[in-house]
């Protein structure tokens, strides 16, 4: 997104005038924008982030590990504000991440206290300190409380609701403490380099392997924080031009070998999903680190999505500017198709026993699209408070249509 110039008289009489005109300047170079291959890149990992949660396909954590990608970024993008104060930039991006969650947290509360949940009763803590909880739904600096059950399993949703619906908020903690540490980081990387973007590596060889165990959630947010440590200080790495300076084909065949050492670790530590690495933590930060190095490798840096990629440009915006809405929401949105579907049992044509196995053997793929018009819905309903968190006019569709058209008629003018 490059700004557009504007260009005004400048007053000169005529009489002072050069007689022949000067010939125009060269027009200076474009600020640099977003990178559209990032973006692109992030869009994927909502997607795959979607998918993943809906059909729970393990293999899809090997296929694109989309967490480690989406630090990744976000380490990238960190870097590259750091340019500034340091106090400022992290304010921003707190400032940035809170009033989303608010939202979402008032939906998911007012759900959980009007189904009967009452968060000092069944909990070992002691009334106070659970009530003392529940500001991780205001400022993500640890595991939010909510009910394993709540409500029937015949209900309108399933008793596990809450679970699922507040599974995607570890994110929002770990990238609040990125986003503190970064300043540090930075420095350290800047110094220290190699051993810096390797720590995470090792912290993860000791906290994530049994050698030593920090207990509750102190010791998941933790292990979060050094999986996909390397991912974030790749993206400092991605922004400083370190992975440029060295050849391709030694980061393509280092990150190999250590893909491959993921995926052995990973055969002899399979969990109940099987190769599903979100149970597997030396083998996930192994994984997704050498896939980002090559997905960084290589990177273009487009500024335009090239070719048949572009017809995908708005969504691609729309997905970037709405990131923090799709995946606080979608796993709440993926159980709310659940009680819409369920209407189809009632219709006439629905009464036979071959229309209800039909559906039944197909409903995850009707869930599948169902659940994006509900994102989209709920893009136009909340996704506007993202603007306001930015300091920015609210959009309620913000796909770079409209700039695109105020553009091109800058231009034919």
Not at 40 to 57: D, K, N, P, T
Request: charged content about 15%; glycine content about 8%; hydrophobic content about 50%.
């Amino acid at each position: 997104m490059t700004q557009q110039q504007s260009y005004e008289p400048y007053g000169i009489p005529e009489s002072q005038a050069p007689a022949a005109p000067e010939p125009a300047p060269a027009s200076a170079p474009r600020k640099p924008g977003r990178d559209r291959y990032l973006d692109l890149l992030r869009s994927i990992a909502l997607v795959r982030v979607v998918v993943y949660h809906l059909f729970g396909w393990a293999w899809l954590t090997v296929l694109f590990p989309s967490m480690g990608v989406m630090f990744a970024l976000a380490g990238s993008l960190m870097a590259r504000s750091l340019n500034r104060p340091a106090w400022g930039v992290i304010r921003g991006r707190v400032r940035r991440l809170l009033p989303p969650l608010w939202a979402f947290s008032a939906v998911a509360l007012t759900l959980m206290f009007a189904g009967g949940w009452n968060p000092t009763k069944n909990t070992e803590d002691s009334p106070a300190w659970a009530l003392l909880e529940l500001v991780n739904y205001i400022i993500p600096i640890g595991a939010p409380p909510f009910p394993w059950h709540i409500g029937s399993k015949s209900g309108l949703l399933e008793d596990t609701w809450a679970v699922q619906a507040a599974g995607p908020l570890w994110y929002l903690r770990a990238y609040l403490w990125f986003v503190v540490a970064s300043p540090l980081l930075l420095w350290a990387f800047r110094r220290a380099p190699w051993p810096t973007l390797s720590a995470p590596l090792a912290l993860t060889a000791v906290v994530g392997t049994g050698v030593v165990t920090i207990p509750g959630e102190t010791g998941n947010a933790v292990t979060d924080f050094a999986v996909y440590g390397g991912c974030w200080v790749l993206g400092f790495a991605h922004h400083e031009g370190l992975l440029k300076k060295i050849p391709r084909y030694v980061a393509v065949s280092g990150s190999s070998l250590l893909m491959a050492f993921g995926l052995w670790w990973a055969s002899g530590h399979l969990g109940a999903d099987g190769w599903d690495l979100n149970d597997i933590p030396l083998a996930q930060a192994t994984w997704s680190f050498g896939f980002v190095v090559i997905l960084l490798i290589y990177s273009p840096s487009w500024q335009e999505l090239p070719g048949r990629l572009a017809k995908w440009d708005k969504l691609v915006t729309l997905s970037n500017n709405r990131a923090v809405t799709i995946y606080l929401w979608h796993n709440m949105l993926i159980m709310a198709t659940v009680p819409i579907l369920d209407r189809l049992y009632e219709l006439p044509f629905m009464q036979g026993e071959r229309a209800v196995a039909a559906l039944d053997s197909t409903y995850l793929i009707w869930m599948f699209f169902l659940v994006w018009p509900l994102i989209g819905l709920t893009i136009v309903a909340v996704g506007w408070i993202e603007d306001i968190a930015a300091k920015r006019a609210p959009r309620l569709w913000p796909n770079g249509a409209n700039k695109g058209r105020a553009g091109g008629r800058r231009r034919r003018a």
